[in-house]
């Protein structure tokens, strides 16, 4: 066991914040989706306290899986906290948020525990979901897009201009996962975790990025038949699509299958922020 006091820095990376911040975006994206204002009010910032709450036992469960399996105590060793403890801390951060997003709203907090039982699937044993090519990618989607229906639902009650664009979101996250599992397949494959991009090998997992980013247009393509979408978020995609597929097709002519080596998850997060804003404001102007 490993011992020692927590202080406020050490939670902070234990629950990995710096890792999933910027997905409060999300939130805010699905609130001003919903509200067409950019003003912080009290509902948005309850919006933005349960899905950081949502976020920090998602990413600290599988912080605490991932250690276990590897048998990493080093990695815990930084927070100087044991597994059970870890596990413990997790879990309370989930009943908090569990008991504010009661005192918030019902639909919110079945949102939160879909979304944790999706993650507790995902992560943990004897499910560990996330090592099976495929349902592990559909399910890391699904963790993700409540947070945009967690801010829709911040100010309006769900409604089909929810459900179709948090389909949208999960559609959108599917690229975003290979985009991470590409570039982390290396280490995958020697930690003998067989993530999607694992299974398929580098060149098809590229052709699944275009895909997924394809059917992201189409799907925006077919739901601008049923809610008003406005022809510059169409564009917005396209392009930001498109500009997606040339980085990674040139990446892949240049560096074959050593592409993972050149960090393209980290290049291609700022895209998608980019994308993001562009989002943010088409919302709020639309």
């Excluded at 067989?194 to 590229?206: D, E, N, S």
């Excluded at 077919?222 to 917005?236: D, E, G, M, Q, T």
Aim: hydrophobic share 55%; net charge positive.
């Amino acid at each position: 066991m490993i011992s020692g006091k927590m202080n406020l820095i050490q939670y902070f990376r234990f629950f990995r914040a710096l890792d999933w911040i910027h997905f409060l975006g999300l939130t805010i994206l699905g609130y001003v989706y919903a509200s067409r204002t950019i003003i912080f009010s009290r509902d948005l910032c309850s919006g933005i306290i349960i899905a950081s709450l949502y976020l920090a036992h998602g990413y600290s469960m599988n912080e605490c899986f991932d250690n276990r399996v590897d048998n990493n105590v080093e990695r815990f060793r930084k927070y100087s906290v044991p597994f059970k403890t870890a596990i413990l801390l997790s879990g309370l951060v989930f009943i908090a948020n569990l008991i504010f997003a009661f005192a918030y709203s019902l639909p919110i907090m079945l949102l939160v525990i879909f979304g944790a039982l999706i993650g507790f699937f995902y992560s943990a044993y004897p499910f560990r979901l996330k090592e099976i090519p495929f349902l592990g990618l559909i399910c890391n989607a699904l963790c993700f897009t409540p947070l945009f229906i967690i801010g829709y639902l911040s100010f309006r009650p769900l409604d089909l201009n929810a459900i179709l664009m948090g389909i949208f979101i999960f559609i959108l996250f599917l690229p975003i996962d290979l985009i991470h599992q590409l570039n982390d397949a290396e280490e995958d494959k020697a930690k003998n975790l067989r993530t999607t991009a694992v299974a398929c090998g580098i060149k098809k997992t590229i052709g699944l990025i275009i895909i997924s980013l394809l059917l992201l247009n189409l799907w925006l393509w077919i739901i601008s038949r049923y809610i008003v979408i406005s022809a510059s978020f169409l564009f917005l995609t396209l392009s930001f699509s498109l500009v997606v597929i040339i980085y990674l097709v040139k990446k892949f002519y240049r560096y074959g299958n050593n592409i993972s080596k050149c960090n393209i998850k980290l290049k291609l997060r700022y895209l998608f922020m980019i994308y993001g804003v562009g989002l943010l404001i088409g919302f709020y102007i639309q």
